[in-house]
Each structure stands twice: as C-alpha cells, then as structure tokens.
C-alpha cells in the first residue's frame, strides 16, 4: 500500500427529487439534502484511494466534520473535492470542499480508515451472535 499526501478525488452528482431534503427525510425543501452531501463527500474520499490499496482492503469512514452552508435546487449539479491532507497509520485524513455551479456550498474534513474487508465483515457479522 502506497498511500501519500496529495491525492486528489473529484465526484459529482445531479440533485435530483431522489436526493433533496424532503425525500431524504432531512428537512422540507426541494433543495440537495445534507446526508447526500455528506454521502457525496464520503464517496469522494473512498474513491480517491481505492486504486492505491492492497487486494482485500478498503476505507470505513470513522469521523465527519463537514458544514453545509448554502443550499442547491433540483437540476443543478453538486461537486465534492478531496485532497489527503494527513496518513497516520491505517489512518486518513482528507479535506473537503464542495460547489455547485454558482459557488462554495459547503466543506471539512473526513477520517477514514484502511481495514482487510473480509476481517471486517466477519467482525460485523459476529454481532448477530
């Protein structure tokens, strides 16, 4: 596994009635949701890394400080950039920001973790016993 400072994601998403606060349950408007913000900026930070891991790894997300500060209407697009700011171990930290196509609507800082996937399942699925 190589993983260094620097790395770059980029991720876009339509805002559509399937992700505005009202359908997601996160408010009453028809304006892009939060939890599909923080969704888009999570899937940005994965993706960015991915192709550098070992077989049989992956990311979970562990921490998210993220602030939404303007809101996007149905038929715009939202983009989240990802920059990784800091590798500490298994430990990742990236920097958040993400626009639509009038400006900034929010940013922050996303904690994943490097984790073996079948070992994590097997430790999720444990708790049913």
Do not use: Y
Not at 37 to 56: F, N, P, R
Not at 94 to 120: C, M, Q, W, Y
């Amino acid at each position: 596994m190589t993983l260094t400072t620097g790395i770059h994601g980029e991720q876009s998403v339509a805002v559509t009635n399937e992700n505005t606060a009202k359908t997601m349950g996160s408010g009453t408007l028809d304006v892009f949701a939060t939890p599909a913000l923080v969704a888009l900026a999570e899937k940005t930070c994965w993706m960015s890394v991915a192709e550098a891991l070992d077989e049989g790894c992956g990311t979970v997300g562990t921490k998210l400080e993220l602030e939404h500060t303007a809101p996007t209407p149905v038929g715009m697009t939202v983009t989240c950039e990802s920059e990784l700011v800091a590798v500490e171990g298994r430990k990742l930290v990236f920097k958040v920001s993400l626009h639509d196509e009038k400006g900034p609507v929010g940013g922050g800082t996303h904690e994943r973790f490097v984790i073996n996937n079948a070992k994590f399942a097997a430790k999720a699925e444990s708790k049913k016993n």
